[in-house]
């Protein structure tokens, strides 16, 4: 299959760069499982942008550098601070359902607070954000014609100079091989412009909140292509993950401790049922996240623990139901009622800072080959993310590599003539359990060490 723009990765990054240019050209855009799979719609928090009295633009870009412990770039944190009200915009015109004060208070969007940031500036739906995003950008792309979304398309490799029948040295990306899920068959899709946006490699942790698809592979074909790839090392820990043996990977909001709940050690030890988060920082249960991730592991490896409680009882339980109603009914069906009872915790891994170095226009190091999301590193992280500033960055970037694929078309060159996949090259379905055992191994590994 040809297109004009070839996009892999159907979320806020991959969508937003798709609606962008898809007035101009035709987009193709492939999944790896279903559409709505990604790690966009289980984001709960939601997003941060300057809009309240008091807030500027200067104060988040210091909360987002003081995050990452002063290693972003501070020019990319700026220009995507900056950016970020015109992208709340354009996702209210897309019908997305904030959350709004009510007439009394201005009827303007209602934002909270999550740790690490200064000010109330998180815009959100309810605890839900990333699913109404996601169900928002998917309509308008589903809607629009010049864009095919393709699900359950799993793409293993860049097609690049060197799979061209004439063998070329410039390092030019085509497009990718892709399996087909249906067929089973490896599949050439090319296009004068790729765009990558696989999201993070979360799912190499045994214990991780992002979704099963969060292995990796854009970052990795990148890599083998010859893209430049940094900051690996700085995986964040969230650290408030629900302690169930049964789930390992529900994510309990940020938000929660921003609107109140308090972190506290459980009943039974010297100090149980206190708080302890004051001994590691003097922002509380509000200290950014890798933060109150080290003092939760602290505290669990001190006393031998195998988690710690966070409590938002002592609120009233319409509040607590109003403002977290998914988390509220998914911990009733497992036997928690959180307006009366604390809520077992433990970290668990949660985003991928590091990944393909890409410039402020989304660009990455091979001509033709651009990335946005979670797959890359754009200098606006640093060492840890701030709250909320993961869907910022997707919107920023996809929205920045639509525009300078659309202001330098004429530079971009038609696809050559590419081979098809080498079918030799394909694993024996006989050792599939070989792979999952390595996989087993390799996130036990990174769970234990890394």
């Known amino acids: 299959m040809q297109s004009d723009v070839l996009i892999i990765g159907s979320g806020a990054a991959g969508l937003t760069a798709a609606l962008n240019l898809a007035d101009r050209f035709k987009v193709t855009v492939l999944a790896k499982g279903q559409l709505n799979e990604g790690s966009t719609a289980w984001a709960q928090?939601?997003?941060?942008?300057?809009?309240?009295?008091?807030?500027?633009?200067?104060?988040?870009?210091?909360?987002?550098?003081?995050?990452?412990?002063?290693?972003?770039?501070?020019?990319?944190?700026?220009?995507?601070?900056?950016?970020?009200?015109?992208?709340?915009?354009?996702?209210?015109?897309?019908?997305?359902p904030f959350a709004t004060e009510t007439a009394d208070n201005g009827g303007g969007l209602h934002l909270t607070r999550e740790g690490g940031h200064s000010h109330r500036r998180i815009v959100h739906v309810a605890d839900a954000t990333g699913w109404a995003v996601q169900e928002a950008l998917q309509r308008a792309a589903?809607?629009?014609?010049?864009?095919?979304?393709?699900?359950?398309?799993?793409?293993?490799?860049?097609?690049?100079?060197?799979?061209?029948?004439?063998?070329?040295?410039?390092?030019?990306?085509?497009?990718?091989?892709?399996?087909?899920?249906?067929?089973?068959?490896?599949?050439?899709h090319t296009a004068r412009a790729t765009i990558l946006a696989t999201g993070g490699a979360g799912r190499t942790y045994l214990f991780s909140t992002a979704p099963r698809g969060a292995t990796?592979?854009?970052?990795?074909?990148?890599?083998?292509?010859?893209?430049?790839v940094s900051n690996m090392e700085m995986m964040q820990f969230h650290p408030t993950c629900l302690y169930n043996l049964e789930i390992k990977n529900f994510l309990i909001t940020e938000a929660m401790r921003g609107e109140g709940g308090k972190l506290k050690l459980p009943p039974g030890i010297p100090g149980g049922g206190r708080r302890f988060m004051d001994r590691f920082d003097a922002r509380g249960e509000l200290a950014p996240r890798d933060i109150v991730a080290r003092a939760i592991d602290h505290e669990i490896k001190r006393l031998g623990l195998d988690y710690v409680h966070l409590d938002i009882s002592h609120k009233p339980p319409e509040f607590v139901k109003g403002h977290f109603p998914n988390i509220y009914d998914k911990l009733i069906g497992l036997g928690i009622d959180m307006t009366r009872d604390p809520i077992p915790v433990v970290p668990a891994q949660h985003y991928t800072?590091?990944?393909?170095?890409?410039?402020?226009?989304?660009?990455?190091?091979?001509?033709?080959?651009?990335?946005?999301?979670?797959?890359t590193q754009s200098g606006l992280h640093g060492a840890?993310?701030?709250?909320?500033?993961?869907?910022?960055?997707?919107?920023?970037?996809?929205?920045?590599?639509?525009?300078?694929?659309?202001a330098n078309w004429d530079a971009l060159k038609a696809p050559p003539a590419i081979r098809q996949w080498d079918e030799s090259r394909v694993t024996d379905s006989d050792e599939e359990v070989v792979i999952k055992q390595n996989w087993t191994e390799i996130r036990r590994f990174m769970w234990n060490y890394v």
Do not use: K
């Open 384 to 406: 840890n993310r701030l709250a909320s500033n993961s869907l910022l960055e997707c919107f920023v970037f996809g929205e920045a590599a639509a525009n300078h694929i659309t």
């Open 142 to 188: 589903t809607e629009h014609p010049n864009i095919t979304l393709v699900p359950d398309m799993v793409a293993i490799d860049l097609a690049t100079s060197r799979h061209e029948e004439r063998y070329s040295g410039a390092g030019n990306v085509w497009g990718v091989y892709a399996v087909n899920r249906a067929t089973g068959r490896v599949e050439l």
């Open 45 to 96: 928090g939601g997003i941060a942008a300057v809009h309240e009295a008091g807030d500027t633009f200067e104060s988040h870009v210091e909360d987002t550098m003081i995050a990452g412990a002063g290693l972003n770039d501070r020019a990319t944190v700026e220009m995507v601070v900056e950016r970020a009200p015109a992208a709340i915009a354009r996702l209210v015109e897309l019908g997305v």
């Open 216 to 228: 990796g592979d854009g970052i990795a074909m990148a890599w083998r292509a010859g893209c430049r």
């Open 353 to 375: 800072c590091g990944g393909i170095v890409i410039d402020r226009d989304g660009r990455t190091d091979l001509p033709g080959l651009y990335a946005a999301g979670e797959c």
